[in-house]
């Protein structure tokens, strides 16, 4: 890995955060807050939030295994993404090379931060091609943006081919494991340690059930996670989100119950997917979606709308003609599904 320093952006290496009022005062026992032009009403709500979500961090740091201090939260996973654009990469000079197809937010990003994006196609059974992967990075390439489980394929990304990239790449390894908990392999947020240059993205939106609350983690070095504080809003996960966060925290054997039952519900819809006559290829998942290549991507998507059921087109994406992304729901849901496709004509 180069140096971080060589890395960053130099305004952001030089940034001089902004200091909000509930930084300065740090925990000394105090009972008048008059330092922030909160209104005295309306309590809890009148207080500014905690801008670094000590709390939370404590209690994620035992969920996941990883200290607080290598933990930043954000606005979802997509605040994470944007600010790995914003600290590492000069607008109009650097590129980030990204395995294709995969989630869209990482090209979007690009654009609005305008970084250069350069997409590197998946081998046939939507493999990992470190070698691609390698050969598109030059000397100005800061990041690579890797998903395991991929979002739409649904596959794991070979670890073998992970660990190369993770130490021949120079630059910042992002992996984003919005799905891992849906998948048998060990998450990548275990090796922290070994590889400096990763960054691992991790979300309370899928697997924990709380996509409204906006809430995602990246996980990485604590120097990486200090420029990541400097850089975002003071206040950018607000105290609703915090608590809500804490609630779901408590019993985490509930939301391993609703993994387990939609791993269960998973094997059973392969097979039932697989023998419909419309259904041409369903691809292996690691994820709470399937991946399915149909006669008629377009036919089958709009039939199913008018039946008030919603799936994803993924028919334009590179590699994926004719396919569906078919999250799975509860088992009424799937069958309501499974039997539509039945009588579909
Ligand atoms: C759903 C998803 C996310 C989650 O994004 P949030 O902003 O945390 O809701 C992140 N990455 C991938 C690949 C996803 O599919």
């Keep these: 890995m180069q140096s971080l320093k060589d890395l960053v952006r130099p305004n952001i290496w030089a940034l001089e955060p902004y200091s909000c009022a509930r930084d300065e005062f740090k925990g000394r026992d105090a009972h008048v807050f008059l330092d922030a032009n909160e209104s005295p009403y309306n309590t809890p709500r009148n207080r500014y939030p905690d801008p670094l979500q000590e709390k939370l961090k404590i209690r994620l740091a035992q969920v996941k295994g990883v200290p607080a201090e290598n933990i930043f939260l954000g606005n979802g996973s997509d605040e994470a993404i944007d600010l790995v654009y914003r600290v590492f990469c000069r607008p109009c000079v650097d590129n980030v090379v990204a395995m294709d197809p995969t989630y869209g937010m990482y090209r979007v990003c690009a654009d609005i931060n305008d970084i250069e994006y350069r997409a590197v196609q998946l081998l046939p059974g939507y493999r990992l091609d470190a070698d691609a992967l390698l050969a598109a990075a030059d000397r100005n390439t800061k990041v690579m943006w890797i998903c395991s489980p991929n979002n739409p394929t649904g596959n794991d990304m070979d670890r073998k081919a992970v660990q190369r990239l993770l130490t021949e790449f120079q630059g910042i390894i992002v992996i984003d494991e ?25 979300t309370f939106s899928k697997a924990w059930a709380s996509a409204s609350i906006r809430l995602g983690m990246a996980f990485a070095s604590e120097e990486i996670i200090m420029l990541f504080n400097k850089v975002k809003y003071p206040y950018n996960v607000n105290q ?55 006669t008629d991507a377009n036919a089958i998507y709009h039939y199913l709308v008018d039946k008030g059921i919603i799936v994803r087109n993924r028919n334009r994406v590179a590699l994926c003609d004719n396919c569906l992304r078919i999250t799975i729901g509860t088992k009424e849901e799937n069958s309501e599904l499974l039997g539509a496709l039945r009588s579909f004509q």
């Design 240 to 294: 609703l989100t915090q608590n809500a966060a804490m609630e779901i925290l408590q019993d985490i054997e509930k939301s391993e119950r609703w993994i387990n039952m939609i791993r269960a519900e998973r094997l059973a819809m392969l097979p039932n997917l697989q023998e419909l006559p419309i259904v041409k290829q369903v691809y292996p998942t690691s994820a709470n979606f399937v991946l399915v290549r149909v």
């Design 178 to 202: 919005a799905y891992s908990e849906f998948s048998d392999l060990v998450p990548m947020r275990q090796y922290l340690g070994h590889f400096p240059n990763m960054i691992v993205l991790n």
